[in-house]
């Protein structure tokens, strides 16, 4: 068994800079990460960071627009938070080297992004994730901070109390995948998750293999709730075949779409009459999805992105990326022709539920970055604010959960007395478990809790057992079916547009998903470097979060950010300013309702319509 | 670039059509018979081309892969078809067991490095119908093979780590007065291509050099700090530092200038010129003292 004060799971963005802020704060910290840390996803991040760094800018207006592009689902405190920390914290990468590109007096460059009303999206290239996620690693190595890469966090240590509010997290239990080897990580003071998205989830994703949500899995299944899980951005311009991402700085910087009339949709046919390209991502999908459902697509696919008239040196300056990302994956040459694009999903605005502090509803648990839901997204994400809550909300929840004060958080997590509980719709499927399976996320026994290094014991006996039952299994069915089966269920029915009918057969396939996965089985026997085992258990959290997105897609009938539905194509703020939460208790979700916190320190964001 | 001049060569195919998609005959015996998988055959047989693999297999705890061995694989081809999507498919659809790391899918994690037809190559950026087939997929050479594709990094992580690799400087202002170090775009144009490295190791991998003295630093590393060494933001004593660490004996004057690491690099890093104008970086400092 290996002991720290703070066990940090995921070394991209959050987890780094976790790390380092609860190393300040004087702890013993460690990252478990199945990934080498330079190996992680926040390094395709292109655009940029925002920050209100200029005379002329403020964070309040950093703060209003990100409520804005939120649809009214954000909340307050959390939005207002990023705003005010983003300017320190970017100046401190700046300060650890990160090479950010320059203006002619040397200071930091910021440019355009959608939805904001200021050009405060701080950059490097367009491989911003790039540089922040090697020059956070950088100051990792500097520091000496333990890192146990290569080690797959299969389970947190839970104490099992009937309500998730009272338990407390001891540790993880991971396998090294270089050996087969299964370990206790015992975490004296808390245990941050920081395992970025599940775009696995869906079959057209811009995110890597990796992204398999096993920290929104393995919290769900510890009882903390997870959030909005129904809000998923579809980035508009991922490359057809590949779905890799093409940054909107090419729109930042004036690129333009046309459909295969020629026509430049979004101002011809009145999507966003005063942004055009520049709107807010949910709209420029939406809109790209309507053309090519109304014949206007070119092969009834994509719609074109052009950026030749900036001309080679401006492209080569700023977005020479751009250039190899077209060549190498899609074959074309961005400064002689237009490259195709559709939306792809791209992030999980939803997460984890954690409040200011990065602290979930189980004493000891944190979540930071794109696992977890504070919320600052709300229902859409702006462009360049995914970086800024890697670093803000990061280092909150390593100074917590060092031990640092930061004050009482006024988000509230957990089942509590300002929920309301989800009566009106009927699922078609029970969802959940329903006692299939012996992966729960808690304790197993019913017993008294015991002690912290006796409850990590008992899961670690667990997690051998289950290993030991996947690779003893003779035949079955291979977890590439299931997975691939559950992708497109998810794509088909889930993606940018949805319907009741829809999405309730997805729920059905997801159903089906989770009754073929008792029958799974591990071909491979080998103990080193099995990726058929690690990719099996990744795909059973696969199949929980997808369940959740759905259940939120399903309940949530109204129309508000990167969420549309058939039923009900209108925001409706007289009854949907409040979080979608989903429990997992013991294996039967449960759906309840927190309100939205719209009162920030100076002002109240009043609804108003999101047009751009 | 063009994605669909390669004609699969197809002498190589067997001739059965149980055989399609499946692993050698010599992987076949040691599964114990002739079985095809009827889905992966059927998907298989349902596309016109196929493109043949040849991949390296090696575990070293499971009987009849502790001898190194190749398998073929023949799998459908799609336009746009990179090595990783063909190592993929051939995992997903035909043996489970197939091990190779990989993450981003779009050269930026710098997992799959593999050794492609004879070179060092990204498997994500490179096109299946730019390759002579069969294609050979290896581990990257001068590496101890862990698993199939899988080699350990430790070596290559623990030299990236001799060179200091982070921002030094006493002199930041305080972050809390929001001001920033003052670069010129010039200089940061300078670091720029240093600044991509995605510690895949393709040129670690290439390099003569490394391959003999295991205490080479290597093209990555010296690449590494190259970018801090250039970098006007850390100050002249930093930079006088680090260039001690470069001109030790496995440093900088071990490289020959072959260029092999500049030609595999998957970012197009020119590394080989980085290390010689850190040569003549080290021959001025040591100038100044005289």
């Known amino acids: ?612 | 670039m063009s994605t669909q001049q390669a004609e699969p060569e197809t002498q190589e195919a067997p001739e059965d059509p149980e055989m399609k998609g499946a692993e050698s005959p010599a992987a076949e015996e040691q599964k114990g018979g002739g079985m095809v998988d009827d889905h992966a055959e059927k998907k298989a047989e349902l596309e016109g081309e196929t493109v043949h693999l040849k991949v390296f297999r090696y575990d070293p705890e499971v009987e009849g892969k502790q001898e190194p061995r190749f398998d073929d694989f023949h799998v459908p081809f799609e336009k746009g078809m990179t090595v990783l999507d063909s190592v993929m498919y051939a995992r997903d659809e035909y043996d489970s067991s197939l091990t190779f790391r990989h993450s981003c899918r779009q050269a930026v994690c710098g997992s799959d490095a593999f050794f492609v037809n004879g070179k060092q190559r990204l498997g994500c950026k490179t096109q299946i119908s730019d390759l002579e087939q069969p294609v050979r997929i290896e581990p990257l050479p001068h590496q101890e093979v862990v698993k199939d594709l899988v080699v350990d990094m430790d070596h290559f992580y623990d030299q990236m780590h001799t060179v200091e690799p982070y921002f030094q400087d006493e002199d930041t202002p305080p972050v809390d007065d929001l001001d920033e170090q003052r670069q010129s775009p010039e200089n940061r144009e300078k670091i720029k291509m240093s600044s991509r490295c995605i510690w895949c190791g393709a040129c670690m991998s290439s390099c003569n050099i490394a391959a003999g003295d295991n205490e080479y630093l290597g093209p990555a590393a010296i690449n590494k700090a190259y970018k801090f060494a250039m970098d006007d933001r850390e100050g002249e004593e930093i930079k006088e530092h680090r260039l001690r660490i470069l001109e030790q004996e496995h440093g900088v004057w071990r490289c020959q200038t072959q260029f092999s690491c500049t030609e595999v690099c998957p970012k197009d890093i020119p590394l080989t010129e980085h290390i010689q104008e850190l040569k003549r970086e080290a021959v001025k400092k040591n100038l100044k003292f005289w």
Request: hydrophobic share 35%; glycine share 12%.
């Open chain 1, 1 to 612: 068994m290996y002991e720290h004060d703070v066990i940090v799971v995921g070394a991209g963005g959050a987890g780094l800079r976790a790390a380092i802020a609860a190393h300040e704060a004087g702890a013993d910290v460690a990252m478990v990460s199945k990934l080498h840390p330079v190996r992680s996803h926040t390094g395709a991040a292109e655009g940029g960071i925002n920050a209100a760094l200029q005379e002329g800018d403020d964070w309040e207006l950093h703060a209003y627009d990100t409520m804005k592009g939120s649809d009214y689902l954000g909340d307050a405190p959390a939005v207002e938070t990023l705003a005010q920390d983003a300017p320190e914290e970017t100046i401190n990468l700046e300060h650890w080297g990160m090479p950010f590109s320059r203006e002619e007096d040397g200071r930091v460059s910021q440019r355009p992004f959608g939805g904001l009303s200021y050009p405060r999206t701080t950059y490097a290239g367009a491989e911003t994730g790039h540089h922040l996620l090697h020059t956070m690693y950088e100051q990792v190595v500097k520091r000496g901070i333990q890192v146990y890469d290569e080690w797959y966090v299969m389970d947190l240590a839970t104490t099992n109390e009937s309500d998730p509010n009272d338990r407390e997290c001891h540790g993880v239990v991971a396998y090294d995948v270089q050996s087969g080897t299964i370990e206790g990580f015992k975490a004296d003071q808390g245990v941050v998750l920081a395992t970025g998205g599940p775009g696995q989830a869906f079959d057209h994703t811009t995110n890597a293999v990796s992204c398999t949500g096993d920290g929104h899995a393995m919290a769900y299944r510890a009882g903390a709730p997870l959030e909005d899980m129904e809000f998923i951005q579809f980035h508009p311009t991922s490359l057809p075949s590949t779905g890799v991402l093409i940054s909107e700085g090419v729109r930042g910087e004036g690129g333009i779409l046309y459909n295969n009339e020629g026509e430049r949709f979004m101002f011809e046919h009145g999507y966003a009459n005063n942004s055009g390209e520049l709107a807010s991502r949910d709209v420029v999908a939406r809109a790209e999805l309507t053309e090519v459902n109304e014949g206007r697509g070119v092969d009834d696919e994509y719609v074109h992105l052009d950026m030749r008239h900036l001309g080679e040196e401006r492209i080569m300056d700023r977005l020479e990326n751009i250039l190899h990302l077209a060549e190498d994956f899609e074959g074309v040459d961005g400064l002689v022709e237009p490259m195709p694009v559709k939306p792809g999903q791209h992030y999980a605005m939803g997460g984890i539920e954690v409040d200011e502090n990065g602290q979930t509803c189980v004493n000891g648990l944190y979540a930071a970055g794109e696992c977890a839901c504070v919320s600052v997204h709300g229902g859409n994400r702006l462009g360049g604010n995914a970086l800024p809550e890697l670093i803000v909300f990061g280092k909150r929840a390593g100074r917590h959960a060092a031990g640092d004060d930061l004050g009482e958080p006024e988000i509230r997590t957990g089942y509590g007395d300002d929920v309301e509980d989800e009566t009106e719709t009927e699922l078609p499927v029970q969802p959940g478990d329903a006692g299939l399976d012996t992966s729960g996320g808690v304790a197993a026994d019913g017993g008294v809790t015991a002690d912290a290094e006796g409850i990590l014991e008992r899961k670690v006996e667990t997690a051998r057992e289950r290993v030991d039952t996947l690779m003893d299994k003779e035949d079955g069915v291979q977890h590439a079916e299931i997975r691939a089966k559950l992708q497109k269920a998810m794509t088909d029915y889930v993606n940018v547009f949805r319907t009741e009918e829809g999405v309730k057969k997805a729920l059905e396939i997801i159903r089906e998903c989770r009754q073929e996965y008792q029958d799974v089985y591990v071909d491979d026997p080998s103990k080193t470097f099995n990726t058929d085992l690690q990719q099996t258990i990744e795909t059973r959290n696969l199949i929980d979060v997808a369940e959740t997105i759905a259940l939120g897609a399903l309940v949530r009938n109204e129309f508000r950010g990167a969420h549309w539905r058939q039923e009900n194509q209108i925001r409706d703020d007289e009854n949907w300013l409040k979080h979608t939460l989903i429990s997992w208790d013991d294996g039967e979700p449960s759906i309840f309702y927190r309100p939205v916190i719209l009162e920030g320190q100076n002002k109240t964001y009043e609804p108003k319509e999101r047009s751009y």
